[in-house]
């Protein structure tokens, strides 16, 4: 088993700053690349931002500009740091990882879930 752990949602203020981490643990290898999606009330779960080991990166275009992910491969954790916050990024936002066990067996593993609000 591959779990993942976020942090630091919560309730902010139009145009403030939150600052997600998400770190995986368990019997892991190697991990291919770890995002973000984030699910509004009633809307799909849709991608935010995604980082691979080598460090590629993708955004949405709607956060793009605003949001930087990063990554810390040693501790298999992601980041992603949100300024400049709308009332339309308000959602609960996912962990999300892509890799190898030790077992050599892939996985994809989500994490339970920050809700992030925006709103004055």
């Known amino acids: 088993q591959v779990q993942l752990v976020e942090s630091g949602g919560g309730l902010v203020q139009p145009g403030g700053s939150l600052r997600l981490s998400c770190a995986a643990s368990?019997?892991?290898?190697?991990?291919?690349?770890m995002g973000w999606y984030r699910q509004a009330p009633g809307k799909q779960r849709e991608l935010v931002a995604s980082?691979?080991?080598?460090?590629?990166?993708n955004y949405a275009d709607s956060v793009k500009g605003r949001f930087t992910i990063s990554s810390d491969n040693a501790k298999n954790t992601v980041y992603l740091q949100m300024n400049s916050l709308k009332p339309a990024d308000t959602a609960v936002y996912y962990c999300?990882?892509?890799?190898?066990?030790?077992?050599?067996?892939?996985?994809?593993?989500w994490g339970q879930g920050t809700q992030v609000t925006v709103s004055s």
């Open positions: 999300n990882a892509g890799g190898l066990r030790h077992n050599q067996l892939n996985f994809n593993s």
């Open positions: 368990g019997r892991i290898f190697s991990i291919y690349a």
């Open positions: 980082i691979t080991s080598g460090g590629t990166t």
